[in-house]
């Protein structure tokens, strides 16, 4: 597996993301590299896999790896992602706008958008060997890939141009023609209507916040097209063999396909089929019970195996405490 | 049991909410002669399993729900399916997924209390995204603030937070990970006004009749002992249990599930 840049590990829900990007950026680290461990994740299981407190949230921490038997290693950082504390360093400090600090708190709902400027800035900032992205399950995963295009789109010139002009009032003509074709000043109208006053005005001084630091937020947004170039990026796509989704996994796939290039991995986690074949019994209940699970385990590794993407597997752990496993988790990253 | 009329199936991925939320609407489609319909809120439905098992789903998508919204705030449907073309007013939505989170929940709302035979089941997004979703209609409320858009919220607030209209299902699996995730989970929905909660507990092993009378090999006894140590740790009184079934095909999976609902919940 050749180093890269950034690794993402996505996939649906519950098959191992946090657990298994941990391991990597643990293993990664073990290699003498200086890694950044990220969850946009804002269920952020992180926390309880790595024992950082919640206060961590938004801060860069530095991972003892020690906790985890790794003796000389290089160095692991970790990050849980605050959409707040994203926005905040953006826009050079908190904001007393009403509509900008509801929405980027904890459950707001900027959590993707801001989570690419994350990972954006901790790219450009360049001071890690690799940058390890633990993602949300499914469809926000998506979502998150979506939204460069999204924030782009939301910083057109035309808008800005626009809203400068209804803040400033200075009207050089050509202006005035965008004003009306954009139909903006009719959509404040309609907006007033519903909203009432005090509010068209605190989503005018928002957009106009936002809009001034325009530069920071599309400056070097080039997240989308790096994830694609085979030379930055690893990608994992984890499922788990406990799981029969029927179309999820491949959906995914297929979702994933626009993003995606020939270094990738099909990371089948949680697999019994190691010590399904070990196991040697003569009762026909356990004969039956054996050779089921053996079935459906293959089922998944069948259904995926008309994409041509590499396989390779991790076997449950049965360890209760997420330390632990990810602990063990290590070792067969280094037996690859 | 006296069925509500939404139920919101969440919890942490992958723990079984699509397969839960579908046995349920099973569940409560044999005990009432009401419309029940399955919802699987932003995404889309796996509409073949559906069928499959003569489930009617239904869909609020975000650009009707909008457009029929503001129609009926600005007293005209041509004006809002302009307003919905906006290229400004499409970017912004994009950009705040939260305010479409509320509307679709508005909308559902909207038709449950003009539908009195309806009942809906979501299959919910797991826990980090459905607490934006319900904590969506506090934030526009700090949003908006007055005007006519705040009586719409509080009507909302109100629905959710009854315990007589909506039930909410958060469901675990017997891993430290997961059961952590449920706590934290009915924590905070308890601060968003939402108690009535039915914490349910799926795929335990320790409860599959083959295993737990059978000598194990020592893999299965590992795991087995591991699920009851988690669950003693985390000291949690779960509502419901359901095993971990062996026959994983969807079909089956739902039809066991909603067996052991109608059961357990006529104890
Ligand atoms: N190889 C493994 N062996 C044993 N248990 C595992 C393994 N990988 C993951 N798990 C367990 O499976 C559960 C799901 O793992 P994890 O939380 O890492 O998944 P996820 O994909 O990040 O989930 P989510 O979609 O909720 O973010 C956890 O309880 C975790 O401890
Ligand atoms: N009681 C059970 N017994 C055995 N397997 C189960 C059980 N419940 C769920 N599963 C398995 O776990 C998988 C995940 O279930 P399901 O798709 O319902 O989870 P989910 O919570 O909806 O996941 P996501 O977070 O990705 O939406 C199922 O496909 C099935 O293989
Ligand atoms: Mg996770
Ligand atoms: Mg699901």
Redesign the pocket.
């Known amino acids: 597996m050749k180093n890269k840049k950034i690794e993402v590990f996505c996939?649906t829900?519950?098959?191992?993301?946090?657990?298994?990007s941990a391991s990597r950026a643990l293993y990664l680290s073990s290699q003498k590299r200086k890694v950044l461990l990220i969850t946009i994740?804002p269920?952020k299981?992180l926390k309880q896999v790595l024992g950082l407190e919640d206060s961590a949230t938004g801060e860069i921490t530095k991972i003892e790896t020690s906790n985890f038997n790794l003796s000389d290693s290089g160095e692991l950082h970790a990050l849980l992602l605050s959409p707040e504390k994203t926005l905040n360093r953006i826009l050079g400090g908190k904001t007393e706008n009403n509509i900008i600090s509801t929405l980027s708190k904890p459950y707001g709902g900027m959590n993707e958008i801001m989570a690419v400027l994350e990972v954006q800035h901790q790219l450009n900032k360049n001071e890690y060997d690799t940058i390890v992205l633990?993602t949300?399950?499914g469809k926000h995963f998506i979502d998150f890939l979506e939204s460069s295009k999204k924030i782009q789109s939301f910083f057109d010139k035309n808008f800005s141009e626009v809203f400068n002009f209804i803040g400033k009032r200075n009207k050089p003509g050509r202006i005035l023609t965008k004003l009306v074709s954009s139909g903006i000043d009719k959509l404040l109208t309609y907006l007033e209507k519903v909203t009432g006053k005090g509010f068209v005005n605190d989503f005018l001084e928002a957009i106009h916040i936002l809009y001034d630091h325009r530069d920071v937020f599309i400056n070097g947004l080039h997240l989308e097209k790096d994830l694609m170039n085979v030379d930055f990026s690893n990608w994992f796509l984890?499922t788990s063999a406990d799981q029969l989704k029927g179309s999820d996994a491949k959906e995914l796939i297929e979702a994933s396909n626009r993003f995606m290039h020939k270094d990738n991995y099909l990371l089948i986690?949680?697999s019994w089929h190691k010590f399904l074949e070990e196991w040697t019994t003569d009762k026909q209940s356990l004969v039956q019970l054996r050779d089921k699970l053996l079935e459906q385990e293959n089922v998944i590794k069948e259904s995926t195996s008309q994409y041509s993407i590499q396989q390779i597997e991790?076997?449950?752990?049965f360890e209760n405490s997420?330390a632990k496993?990810v602990k063990e988790?290590i070792s067969h990253w280094k037996s690859l | 049991m006296s069925p509500k009329k939404l139920y919101i199936v969440t919890g942490?991925?992958?723990v079984g909410k699509t397969m839960t939320a579908l046995a349920l609407v099973k569940a409560l489609q044999s005990q009432t002669s009401k419309n029940v319909y399955y919802n699987c809120f932003d995404t889309t439905p796996d509409k073949e399993l559906c069928k499959k098992l003569d489930i009617k789903t239904i869909e609020f998508p975000i650009q009707e729900s909008t457009t029929e919204y503001i129609g009926r705030k600005l007293g005209s449907k041509n004006i809002a399916k302009w307003v919905m073309k906006a290229p400004f007013f499409k970017a912004l939505f994009n950009i705040v997924p939260s305010l479409g989170n509320m509307i679709t929940l508005g909308h559902m709302i909207d038709t449950l209390q003009n539908e009195d035979d309806d009942i809906i089941v979501i299959d919910a997004p797991?826990s980090g995204h459905i607490l934006t979703v319900l904590e969506s209609p506090k934030n526009f409320n700090q949003i908006f603030r007055t005007g006519a858009l705040v009586k719409d919220i509080h009507r909302m607030t109100d629905f959710m937070q009854s315990d007589d209209l909506v039930e909410t299902w958060v469901l675990n699996i017997p891993?430290?990970?997961?059961v952590t995730e449920g706590r934290e989970l009915i924590e905070k929905l308890g601060k968003s006004g939402i108690s009535n909660i039915k914490d349910v507990l799926n795929n335990a092993l320790f409860k599959n009749e083959l295993i737990a009378n059978e000598e194990l090999p020592e893999f299965l006894d590992r795991k087995v002992t591991i699920e009851k140590e988690v669950i003693k740790s985390l000291d949690s009184n779960f509502d419901l249990v359901f095993p971990m079934y062996i026959d994983k095909s969807p079909i089956q999976l739902v039809k066991r599930i909603e067996k052991k609902i109608l059961t357990e919940l006529k104890k």
């Open positions: 996939g829900g519950g098959v191992g993301k946090t657990t298994i994740d269920a299981r633990d949300p399950p984890v986690n949680k991790f076997p449950e752990i997420p496993q988790l | 942490k991925g992958g797991s891993t430290e990970l997961a």
